[in-house]
């Protein structure tokens, strides 16, 4: 299994231009996640999905829309990007249950950048 | 904001063991207690949970007390690899409140 993967691995963008970071899971885990982290801080929770077609907003969702059209993708869109969307993005996935609770995985994440 | 207090940085001698405190005097009845960790800004690695009773694994132990409001992460042997800032978090297990909320954690320093 590769888990959770993220492409691109780094990104610098430009004032106002958008782009979608792409997230993937091969777990076949109902539940994804979209963070973000700032230098020196913790992460905060964008959005998060608890299945394919339902998706709803985290902490931080302003300037940012997901879809969840399959169970194993959950792209995370920048439509118009600013200088205070420059942060490390984390995606996860899970399998919540009684039993074993709600264990995350992270992906490696995707460094971006808005000049 | 986080439902928990860690101390911001601790520093444990190679091989020695590492105990990492957590307060959570909050904790509602069906929260339970993860420790998360991250390594040199790679994504969060989970590490362990439990919900009343202390549960050990191959890579560290949990000790929360009988009242549930701290907990102790121990790692009984700590390398060098073991450097990272580490997250105590509560949380429901799944549905709309399964979002884990991060502090500023711990950040540990394990040296030679």
């Known amino acids: 299994n590769a888990g959770v993967t993220q492409t691109p691995k780094f990104r610098i963008l430009k004032i106002g231009q958008s782009m979608t970071l792409q997230c993937t899971q091969d777990?076949?885990?109902?539940?994804m996640y979209w963070y973000r982290q700032d230098p020196g801080m913790g992460l905060k929770l964008i959005y998060y999905?608890?299945?394919?077609?339902?998706?709803d907003k985290g902490e931080v969702p302003n300037g940012y829309n997901v879809s969840r059209s399959t169970t194993e993708d959950f792209p995370l869109r920048l439509e118009l990007a600013a200088p205070s969307q420059t942060s490390v993005y984390f995606c996860?996935?899970?399998?919540?249950?009684?039993?074993?609770?709600?264990?995350?995985?992270f992906g490696p994440g995707t460094r971006l950048t808005v000049l | 904001d986080a439902k928990t207090t860690q101390p911001p940085s601790m520093d444990c001698a190679e091989g020695r063991a590492a105990n990492l405190p957590c307060n959570h005097s909050?904790?509602?009845?069906?929260?339970?207690v993860y420790w998360y960790r991250q390594i040199h800004s790679q994504g969060p690695q989970y590490i362990i949970h439990?919900?009343?009773n202390n549960e050990t694994n191959e890579m560290a132990s949990l000790i929360i007390t009988e009242d549930r409001k701290s907990s102790t992460l121990i790692l009984p042997h700590a390398t060098l690899r073991d450097t990272a800032v580490y997250y105590c978090?509560?949380?429901?297990?799944?549905?709309?409140?399964?979002?884990?909320?991060f502090g500023k954690g711990t950040k540990l320093s394990v040296k030679p």
């Open positions: 996860a996935s899970s399998y919540p249950s009684l039993r074993v609770g709600n264990e995350q995985f």
């Open positions: 777990m076949n885990h109902n539940y």
């Open positions: 999905s608890v299945g394919a077609g339902i998706t």
């Open positions: 909050t904790i509602s009845g069906n929260e339970y």
């Open positions: 439990g919900l009343k």
């Open positions: 978090i509560v949380m429901n297990y799944g549905g709309s409140q399964g979002n884990l909320i």
